[in-house]
């Protein structure tokens, strides 16, 4: 079985600042993928990024960074400089052969930025 | 813009009754999910199509049915509405279903009154 963990389940900072979101998952595939979705007020899930576990490599985009590390089983988030506009609920998943790759979402983290 | 259309965007209905939720997956995508998110439950994952067959079920309720039609257009169709089904259903659809990125269509939000 596969399973998220994201045990932030709100976060409350100043604009500015910088917030990490926290993923950790549990998986027996040594093939799997993780992902990082994003949840605004409107509704609609937007996808952000795709990491497959051979690639550990630390990916940045723009203020978004993801650092994910196998050793602890964690896939983290972090937003630099946040905004305003970055307040929003974050889902991580998991997708494996052992879940016929359909993705295990965690419960969500609520990111609410203060202007 | 996920490319992903879903109509209506919000339907009100009363217990007892029986709506439809039409998804269009993204130009080229054969794959179809449909999913359930509700405030205590998370986002739930229903069942999968591909290319017009059924290739994965989550747990959808024996009232909830699903079809991926010819040109790949998909309906949930969600019957004897109780309260509890009130929440956000969402399409996605994905390039072939294995491991590949799934993008979400906006969402219906059905409310059971």
């Known amino acids: 079985a596969q399973k998220v963990t994201q045990a932030q389940t709100e976060i409350s900072v100043v604009e500015k600042e910088d917030v990490t979101l926290d993923c950790v998952y549990e998986?027996?595939?040594?093939?799997?993928?993780l992902f990082w979705y994003k949840q605004p007020p409107s509704g609609e899930l937007v996808f952000l990024i795709r990491?497959?576990?051979?690639?550990?490599q630390n990916e940045i985009s723009g203020r978004y960074s993801w650092n994910f590390q196998k050793s602890t089983s964690s896939f983290n988030f972090t937003i630099t400089a946040s905004q305003v506009v970055d307040s929003a609920v974050y889902f991580c998943?998991?997708?494996?052969?052992?879940?016929?790759?359909?993705?295990?979402f965690g419960r969500g983290t609520s990111l609410i930025v203060h202007p | 813009d996920s490319g992903v259309t879903q109509t209506p965007k919000h339907l009100i209905t009363a217990t007892g009754q029986r709506v439809t939720l039409r998804c269009s997956p993204r130009?080229?995508?054969?794959?179809v999910y449909w999913y359930q998110q509700s405030l205590d439950q998370g986002l739930q994952f229903l069942i999968q199509?591909?290319?017009?067959?059924?290739?994965a079920k989550g747990n959808i309720l024996e009232r909830f049915s699903a079809q991926q039609f010819p040109d790949l257009h998909s309906e949930l169709n969600l019957s004897s509405l109780e309260l509890g089904d009130s929440a956000l259903y969402f399409c996605?659809?994905?390039?072939?279903?294995?491991?590949?990125?799934?993008?979400f269509g906006p969402g219906t939000r059905l409310t059971v009154l």
């Open positions: 996605a659809s994905s390039l072939q279903g294995r491991a590949d990125t799934q993008y």
């Open positions: 998986t027996r595939d040594t093939t799997y993928y």
């Open positions: 990491r497959n576990s051979f690639d550990e």
């Open positions: 998943a998991l997708s494996s052969s052992g879940g016929s790759y359909i993705p295990t």
């Open positions: 130009s080229g995508d054969l794959s």
């Open positions: 199509y591909y290319n017009g067959e059924e290739r």
